[in-house]
Structure formats: C-alpha cells, structure tokens
C-alpha cells in the first residue's frame, strides 16, 4: 500500500511505490531482493523510522505444504503499519540503498489449538533495515532442517531454535545455508538440530559485500 519515513522532528514522508504487485517473500531468499519504492531526493538529516502499510485489496495470506490457502493475520498491518526503528542518515549527494529483511521464520505463528485448518495463523513481522553496501552474508554446507541462529558477540543465545534474541537466522535447505544482508561485523552462531543445541561457531567475521563461507555446520 505505502511506504514512508519519519524525519527526526518532523513528519512522515512517502516514498514512492515502484511495484503495486503482490509479493511473494518465500522468493525471496538466498541473496535474492527485488526493488520496494525509491525518491531521488530526500532531505539531509536522521529518519528514525519506516513504516510499511499493508494493502486491505490484497491481504496477506499463506499456502501450507498441502497447498490449502489461509489467511494470514498481521495485526495492525494496514492501520497503523509495520514499523522499523532504525534510523537512516542521508546526507547530501549520497545515495543509499536500504534493505528490508523479513524474517519468516520466527514471524509466522500459529494460534488456538490443531494445526492446518484447525489453526490460525498470525504474522508478527521480525523485520530488520540494512544498509545495502555495509551488509556481507554467511553461507555453509551443512544437514537440511537444521536452524542457525546468529548473535551479536555479546549477545544471550537462546536455549532453544525461536532464535528470540539473534539478530538474523535460516534453516538449512537442500543441505545448504545462506544468510544474507548481515551487518558487517563478528557474530557467534548457535546451531540447533531437532530443537536442541548442536553446537556453537564463535567469532565469525562477516565483510562489507562479500560472502564468508563458514566449515561444514
């Protein structure tokens, strides 16, 4: 529906849509983007926040692994929106290029009791704004389902796979493990295997750009 910003002190500021498709987010891994709004000029200063509005034509939904549709509840989605509060500075003269992570793993959730038609699911979206040149990815081979969360050095690691205090996390998928639009920086990651702690990778040094393979997880 929209996408806007708040300048520090000031108001919302709308940024122009590039698409009005519906987008799928499952398409959307492994490094892969595709471009959300853009405005070429913005005025130099702090933006504390970035707002998304869901659109009420097309509402959210989910299609399980039997192929049966369901709606997807995101409370608040098109009233007062998604919020992000990170804040972007632009300054005069330099570009910057954002982007929107969505973590489905841990926004997904299933509400009441049963599970497939006897259940609800509801989307609390887990989303972080990164810079797009400042951001690296990790990458490992590694045993299908099995779930990485990553921390910050300092960070509390989770005693179980909900990855509640990771700043970013993935599932190994056809055996492979990409993590992508990470700050730049050291992380330690926690591997779970059947919901139990499999083992920890300390000091993990994630570059500007580039991709860090990480020894069989």
């Known amino acids: 529906e ?3 910003v708040l300048k520090e002190g000031g108001e919302w500021i709308s ?3 590039e698409t009005t498709a519906e987008i799928d987010l499952l398409h959307f891994q492994n490094g892969l983007s595709t471009p959300l709004a853009s405005i070429a000029e ?3 200063g702090t933006y504390t926040q970035t707002r998304l509005i869901l659109s009420e034509a097309s509402p959210s939904r989910l299609i399980d692994f039997d192929g049966v549709e369901h709606l997807l509840k995101v409370p608040s989605g098109n009233e007062s929106g998604l919020k992000i509060n990170a804040p972007i500075v632009i300054e005069t003269g330099i570009e910057r290029a954002m982007v929107i ?3 489905l793993r841990k926004s ?4 009441a009791n049963g599970n497939g038609n006897n259940g609800k699911y509801i989307m609390k979206p887990l989303l972080r704004l ?10 490992a081979a590694g045993v299908t ?9 300092d960070g509390v690691q989770d005693e179980d796979d909900g990855c509640d205090n990771a700043i970013a996390s993935g599932t190994v998928s056809q055996s492979m493990l990409n993590i992508s639009f990470i700050p ?3 992380y330690n990651l926690r591997v779970f295997r059947s919901q139990i702690v499999l083992k920890d990778i300390l000091n993990v040094k994630v570059k500007e750009g580039a991709s860090t393979k990480i020894d069989d997880i």
Do not use: H, M, R
């Open 2 to 4: 929209s996408l806007s």
């Open 15 to 17: 940024i122009p849509l």
């Open 42 to 44: 913005l005025e130099a």
């Open 101 to 103: 992570d969505f973590d």
């Open 108 to 111: 997904i959730k299933l509400t």
């Open 130 to 139: 990164v810079e797009n040149k400042l951001a690296g990815s990790l990458t």
């Open 145 to 153: 389902g099995d779930v990485i969360c990553v921390y910050a050095v």
């Open 184 to 186: 730049a920086g050291t």
